[in-house]
């Protein structure tokens, strides 16, 4: 089978062409350069409309195919610009017509995955998926690529292309930024994560501010750059430690900075972690990515009714079923005399006096420079102490805070033995098949989120409030770890940040199964919160639609 896919959700028009044993035949595209502004939907469907007859042709003479050759049309469907998504949907079901073959309408975000895993020969990796759109850490569980963590505002590439027309840099300005920041020094920018989550917003208007302060171009390109993918590097060994996955890939059109490319590399090897990168041509939006998905979905669906190939802008990644994709094992990597191993620390089994106890040692990262690097790591140990003190006092448990190093950046804490929910959850099997677990299951729930209003009731936000970061004890009760992106606020957000960030932890499973428990989980928590329930969760789907495509 031999398909051709049209790619145009933004303001890149792509072509190719691709047959069902995964060969590349031809892949061609041409992006709009905005002459001033951002990109415009109707000039980028204006500019579709007047490529896309001309790269067919193209297409179709680079890799020696006819037209009355090709058996499948495929076409990005969503998620993307709507105008730019009619005008390649109304060409491709034109094509099919005109054909008599069959057309797919596909989404771009999974598009690029598998594009990359048939390039590189990833088979189950981790995604880091950095676009002009799109800022998400992807990765395939039960049935599904799940968004594991994104931006809460705008994606890296819209960052840097809209801090390069506040500066008069040329679009698109990521690879201008890259050049420039190779001659900076580092200043003091904002740095946003929120468990699984970033933020770019706060630090676009850092930057944008600095400028206007008269601070040199270079040493702002410098500490944009470094802040920004410091912050996706970063979320993205969370991921890691938290899926337990051993290959990582990272495409989308940022994925050619090459600062990126040699943290994300350094952070894999620490993490004796498999890294890949598609070929350039690959990354970027194209149409082969289109062709391949539309290939991996007809073989698995069929084809679509022309009824039911209207566009979807807001088409998210985690909408799709990947039917084509098995589950592998994840595998815990802990080295020889650790006790864990987690995205920011390494713990080790150590005595307090004659106490049982352990010491957490926040460790270097190698992938930042010198100066974030411990400036971070000094203000999270910092206030891992002071707030597992302060916490004890509102009656949640916690572990035994024994001694702070600042220095070293370690704390020494009480050993405690209990079971991490994350492991309860894993074992879901038991709980369909045995009612006591599922009783055990649905107690633990309830008793997460009475534990976590009492937190929010003292104005307490965790900041990385998953799975990973709570034990369960002996009598089932929680016992909360980890506050290094802890902080004190009364603030809606904040709190509503803190649940949105814990029912994502939960998104493991099964979307059935995962709405259960977080239902259990917020019955515990309406029970002892001070705020109103339903403004909370109205301003949690307010941060979920932040993004460009939410659902």
Wanted: net charge neutral.
């Amino acid at each position: 089978m031999i398909c051709l896919g049209i790619e145009g959700t933004a303001e890149k028009t792509g072509v190719g062409v691709v047959d069902s044993d995964g060969k590349i035949l031809a892949v061609v595209g041409r992006p709009m350069l905005p002459e001033k502004g951002g990109i415009h939907p109707r000039e980028a469907s204006e500019h579709h409309g007047h490529w896309i007859p001309k790269l067919i042709n193209q297409v179709l003479g680079e890799s020696s195919v006819g037209l009355n050759e090709i058996d499948l049309i495929s076409f990005s469907i969503g998620p993307g610009l709507g105008p730019a998504l009619r005008i390649v949907a109304t060409a491709a079901r034109a094509l099919s017509l005109g054909l008599n073959v069959p057309i797919v309408g596909v989404n771009h975000c999974v598009g690029h995955v598998e594009i990359g895993k048939l390039d590189t020969g990833a088979i189950d990796p981790l995604t880091l998926y950095v676009s002009g759109g799109n800022s998400q850490l992807i990765g395939f569980e039960s049935g599904k690529y799940r968004i594991f963590g994104e931006t809460l505002d705008i994606a890296i590439g819209n960052c840097l292309d809209h801090f390069g027309r506040e500066t008069g840099l040329k679009h698109p300005a990521g690879p201008t930024i890259e050049k420039l920041a190779k001659k900076g020094s580092f200043i003091d920018l904002p740095y946003t994560v929120k468990g699984m989550d970033f933020s770019f917003s706060g630090l676009l208007s850092a930057a944008i501010r600095s400028f206007k302060k008269g601070i040199a171009i270079e040493d702002i390109c410098y500490s944009l750059q470094e802040t920004a993918f410091s912050t996706l590097v970063e979320v993205t060994e969370r991921g890691l430690s938290n899926t337990g996955k051993d290959e990582l890939m990272v495409c989308g059109g940022v994925a050619a900075n090459k600062r990126l490319e040699e943290m994300l590399s350094t952070m894999a090897h620490e993490r004796c972690t498999k890294f890949y990168i598609p070929k350039m041509k690959l990354c970027g939006d194209n149409g082969a990515m289109i062709a391949w998905l539309g290939i991996l979905t007809y073989n698995n669906f069929g084809p679509m009714d022309l009824s039911s190939t209207s566009v979807i802008p807001k088409y998210r990644t985690d909408e799709v079923d990947v039917v084509w994709v098995s589950s592998r094992p994840t595998y815990s990597k802990i080295p020889e005399g650790m006790l864990g191993k987690g995205a920011e620390a390494n713990i080790y089994s150590t005595c307090w006096i004659d106490k049982k106890a352990i010491r957490k040692d926040r460790i270097s990262k190698s992938y930042r420079i010198k100066e974030l690097d411990e400036r971070l790591r000094r203000k999270r140990t910092k206030n891992e102490a002071k707030l597992l003190t302060y916490i004890k006092n509102l009656g949640i448990k916690t572990p035994v805070l024994y001694n702070i190093d600042l220095r070293d950046k370690n704390l020494v804490m009480e050993h405690v033995e209990a079971t991490l929910l994350k492991d309860f959850l894993n074992d879901l099997d038991c709980a369909f098949n045995s009612p006591e677990y599922s009783i055990k299951l649905y107690y633990i729930l309830k008793s997460v989120g009475e534990t976590m209003a009492i937190l929010h009731n003292g104005d307490v936000v965790h900041g990385d409030l998953t799975s990973s970061n709570i034990f369960v004890d002996e009598n089932f009760k929680p016992i909360l770890i980890d506050f290094g992106l802890g902080k004190f606020s009364n603030l809606l957000e904040d709190k509503a940040t803190d649940i949105m960030v814990f029912k994502r932890s939960l998104k493991n499973v099964d979307d059935f199964v995962d709405k259960k428990l977080f239902d259990v989980f917020l019955n515990g928590y309406s029970i002892k919160t001070k705020d109103n329930i339903d403004d909370l969760l109205n301003k949690m789907i307010e941060i979920q639609k932040r993004g460009r495509y939410t659902a």
